[in-house]
């Protein structure tokens, strides 16, 4: 334990962390993770046969993967060997396998804890294949990230994912609860405040036991109040990654609650976007694509509404611009909706495959030469506006093709009036040609 320290360039008596002080002991205190540790739970169903296979602990930061890995060797007898991925090559792994043959051979087992997996690259994920096969290493990965996104698929066949939540408001306050024991005396802190404080740990267990400490060595004697407690604790950003996932969940979370007629909770959604850093004129782009493919025709004026908002937002830009996304965000929440469009031209272009360069009919195709007059170009057109109705009927689908019907307006906003006109110009067609 001594070189641990010396290597961190501490003494072994140097102070810890609170959160380290009161990192869990046995699978039973951890917190949070109940449905992977509990009796009932894939974890526990492991431990109860005296078994554990390789594994991949995904979840968001302090909900306890590298604990539970440490205690997992623990339960099972197997030797820790605990490696971060951001520090360490194919060299050190070659190290550590080397180390866990010579081990095997000793009757001793090795769990291997790779911390931050998701950061090496595809060649050194491969590396673990055969040492995991022939039982020379338990595989215990650690990963902030989608495994299905970072993680090699021979490696993710050979190891079984287990999704962490992050902590919920009980699993904090038991954390909290605990940190007060240890110090044997309360936070400093009003019932408001400490619920606030709870909330700017946002599901990390760490950082609610970091914001523990920091409020501890204030050393205040009166409780603080909620205004008190932000004054003296500045709150991290919310954990937004715009390159990861956590982007596309909350982008998928705006547009479907956009599509689902629900602006409030698209309201939110855009909020959270925004304190996260995310570019407006991302949002903006994606607002336009919501206006076309969710609304469309329903409401001809949101993709008008989403580009002013796109003006706007590259016009003032942030934070003066964001009014002008949550505007747009309602808009667009509230608007009748329809993808009538999107699927018409769908069919359209699959249709467009399907029949291959077959030509326009003769009588719709200019004939700016004698030749192409010969051919029969352009003849028989009628010119539409100068019928009686504005409307010849005529067909403007190739001869070799049947005529389709690819749009479908809904019967809600504006493509009300649409059914009114295709119904009406279907049956002229009808009179017209017989």
């Given at each position: 334990?001594?070189?641990?320290?010396?290597?961190?360039?501490?003494?072994?008596?140097?102070?810890?962390?609170?959160?380290?002080?009161?990192?869990?002991?046995?699978?039973?205190?951890?917190?949070?993770?109940?449905?992977?540790?509990?009796?009932?739970?894939?974890?526990?169903?492991?431990?109860?046969?005296?078994?554990?296979?390789?594994?991949?602990?995904?979840?968001?930061?302090?909900?306890?993967?590298?604990?539970?890995?440490?205690?997992?060797?623990?339960?099972?007898?197997?030797?820790?060997?605990?490696?971060?991925?951001?520090?360490?090559?194919?060299?050190?792994?070659?190290?550590?396998?080397?180390?866990?043959?010579?081990?095997?051979?000793?009757?001793?087992?090795?769990?291997?804890?790779?911390?931050?997996?998701?950061?090496?690259?595809?060649?050194?994920?491969?590396?673990?294949?055969?040492?995991?096969?022939?039982?020379?290493?338990?595989?215990?990965?650690?990963?902030?990230?989608?495994?299905?996104?970072?993680?090699?698929a021979a490696l993710l066949s050979r190891a079984q994912v287990m999704v962490l939540n992050r902590l919920d408001d009980a699993a904090l306050e038991l954390l909290l609860t605990r940190a007060e024991e240890h110090k044997s005396r309360k936070l400093p802190l009003d019932n408001d405040a400490r619920a606030t404080l709870?909330?700017?740990?946002?599901?990390?267990?760490?950082?609610?036991?970091?914001?523990?400490?920091?409020?501890?060595?204030?050393?205040?004697?009166?409780?603080?109040?909620?205004?008190?407690?932000?004054?003296?604790?500045?709150?991290?950003?919310?954990?937004?990654?715009?390159?990861?996932?956590?982007?596309?969940?909350?982008?998928?979370?705006?547009?479907?609650?956009?599509?689902?007629?629900?602006?409030?909770?698209?309201?939110?959604?855009?909020?959270?976007?925004?304190?996260?850093?995310?570019?407006?004129?991302?949002?903006?782009?994606?607002?336009?694509?919501?206006?076309?493919?969710?609304?469309?025709?329903?409401?001809?004026?949101?993709?008008?509404?989403?580009?002013?908002?796109?003006?706007?937002?590259?016009?003032?830009?942030?934070?003066?611009?964001?009014?002008?996304?949550?505007?747009?965000?309602?808009?667009?929440?509230?608007?009748?909706?329809?993808?009538?469009?999107?699927?018409?031209?769908?069919?359209?272009?699959?249709?467009?495959?399907?029949?291959?360069?077959?030509?326009?009919?003769?009588?719709?195709?200019?004939?700016?030469?004698?030749?192409?007059?010969?051919?029969?170009?352009?003849?028989?057109?009628?010119?539409?506006?100068?019928?009686?109705?504005?409307?010849?009927?005529?067909?403007?689908?190739?001869?070799?093709?049947?005529?389709?019907?690819?749009?479908?307006?809904?019967?809600?906003?504006?493509?009300?009036?649409?059914?009114?006109?295709?119904?009406?110009?279907?049956?002229?067609?009808?009179?017209?040609?017989?």
């Amino acid at each position: 334990m001594s070189s641990l320290f010396e290597a961190a360039g501490m003494d072994v008596g140097a102070p810890r962390p609170l959160a380290d002080r009161l990192r869990p002991q046995t699978l039973e205190e951890v917190v949070g993770q109940d449905h992977l540790i509990g009796p009932k739970g894939p974890l526990g169903r492991m431990l109860a046969q005296g078994h554990l296979s390789s594994i991949i602990l995904w979840g968001p930061p302090g909900t306890g993967k590298t604990t539970i890995a440490r205690l997992l060797a623990d339960k099972v007898g197997l030797e820790f060997q605990p490696m971060s991925a951001i520090f360490s090559g194919v060299a050190d792994l070659k190290k550590i396998f080397e180390i866990a043959r010579g081990r095997r051979a000793t009757g001793k087992g090795t769990l291997l804890f790779v911390d931050e997996i998701h950061r090496f690259n595809r060649a050194q994920q491969d590396s673990f294949l055969p040492v995991m096969e022939d039982g020379t290493i338990t595989l215990v990965g650690a990963t902030t990230e989608n495994p299905s996104f970072e993680l090699n698929a021979a490696l993710l066949s050979r190891a079984q994912v287990m999704v962490l939540n992050r902590l919920d408001d009980a699993a904090l306050e038991l954390l909290l609860t605990r940190a007060e024991e240890h110090k044997s005396r309360k936070l400093p802190l009003d019932n408001d405040a400490r619920a606030t404080l709870r909330a700017m740990a946002d599901g990390d267990g760490r950082y609610a036991l970091n914001l523990a400490e920091e409020v501890y060595a204030l050393g205040l004697e009166e409780p603080l109040d909620t205004a008190g407690l932000i004054t003296a604790i500045q709150r991290r950003a919310p954990l937004y990654d715009k390159g990861r996932e956590g982007h596309y969940n909350l982008v998928s979370a705006l547009h479907k609650s956009v599509r689902g007629s629900d602006c409030d909770a698209a309201l939110y959604w855009l909020a959270r976007m925004l304190e996260g850093g995310e570019d407006p004129l991302y949002i903006a782009r994606r607002m336009v694509r919501m206006a076309n493919e969710d609304i469309g025709l329903a409401d001809p004026q949101a993709v008008t509404q989403a580009l002013a908002a796109k003006d706007v937002v590259d016009f003032l830009g942030s934070p003066e611009g964001d009014l002008a996304l949550a505007q747009c965000v309602i808009y667009l929440a509230t608007a009748p909706k329809s993808n009538a469009a999107y699927m018409a031209f769908n069919a359209a272009r699959q249709a467009a495959k399907e029949t291959g360069s077959v030509s326009p009919p003769a009588h719709i195709l200019n004939a700016p030469t004698r030749l192409m007059k010969d051919l029969g170009y352009g003849k028989g057109y009628v010119y539409d506006p100068d019928t009686a109705d504005g409307f010849s009927g005529q067909n403007y689908f190739p001869d070799e093709m049947e005529r389709a019907a690819f749009y479908q307006p809904q019967e809600r906003g504006f493509e009300r009036e649409i059914v009114k006109r295709l119904a009406y110009w279907q049956k002229l067609r009808a009179e017209k040609n017989g």
